[in-house]
């Protein structure tokens, strides 16, 4: 079955210190990938895609994405975590011959001053 | 410009009530898409509205469950006779193209939480 499953519904981080969120995907064929964010009481809030063009994608507010196809993994990065990150964030797939979007569980992110 | 609406914000039914949900999505997108967030179940596909084709209605949890969308904008989503495990938020998103296009951007509204006691 074409799946997306997150790694850890909570991670918590310091502040200055490395985000890394895991993103693993389940299909024959690669999906488009998309890593959303969401503050409390918002709606969701588009961080960055793979659309197949680049393996590496840089998103908004310094985040980036490696897709590697031998992994099925697309881990979403940033290299020092602010205060402001602190949200929740969602990876999601659209598979092949469909137009909707597949989620992950979330992961809630914590920032640690 | 404007972004996906999403009205109302809040919404508290009684059990066996009926509710409707509405949604405007950015003007010229000719996509549509309702999803279910809940604590149990995450973010889950309802349906998607693609110009005038027939929605893809697959996930649709009941047929309690129904949605329209008048003139290739406006969208709206009806429950009938509300339960208590239809509590959740109710997220709209638009895409420019749809149809195919797996990669468009989905632009989600703001959400309506509604509340079944």
């Known amino acids: 079955a074409q799946s997306v499953t997150q790694l850890g519904s909570h991670v918590s981080v310091s502040e200055g210190a490395l985000v890394l969120l895991r993103c693993n995907y389940s299909s024959s064929v690669p999906p488009y990938l998309f890593w959303y964010v969401q503050y409390p009481n918002q709606g969701l809030q588009l961080l960055l895609k793979?659309?197949?063009?680049?393996?590496l994608v840089k998103g908004i507010n310094g985040f980036e994405a490696e897709f590697k196809k031998s992994e099925t993994s697309f881990h979403l990065t940033k290299p020092s975590a602010h205060m402001s990150d602190a949200a929740e964030y969602f990876c999601a797939a659209t598979f092949q011959g469909a137009q909707k979007l597949v989620f992950g569980q979330g992961t809630r992110l914590t920032i640690n001053p | 410009g404007a972004g996906v609406s999403q009205s109302p914000s809040n919404k508290v039914t009684e059990k066996g009530k009926d509710v409707e949900l509405r949604c405007d999505p950015i003007?010229?997108?000719?996509?549509l898409y309702w999803y279910r967030q809940s604590l149990g179940q995450g973010l889950e596909f309802l349906i998607y509205?693609?110009?005038?084709?027939?929605?893809?209605k697959s996930g649709l949890p009941s047929d309690r469950f129904s949605a329209e969308r008048t003139g290739g904008s406006v969208s709206t989503l009806t429950i009938q006779r509300t339960q208590q495990e239809d509590s959740a938020v109710y997220l709209c998103?638009?895409?420019?193209?749809?149809?195919?296009?797996?990669?468009?951007?989905?632009?989600f509204g703001p959400g309506t939480r509604l509340t079944v006691l």
């Open positions: 793979y659309t197949s063009a680049a393996t």
């Open positions: 003007s010229g997108h000719t996509a």
């Open positions: 998103a638009s895409s420019l193209l749809g149809g195919g296009a797996r990669a468009d951007t989905q632009y």
């Open positions: 509205f693609q110009g005038n084709s027939a929605p893809d």
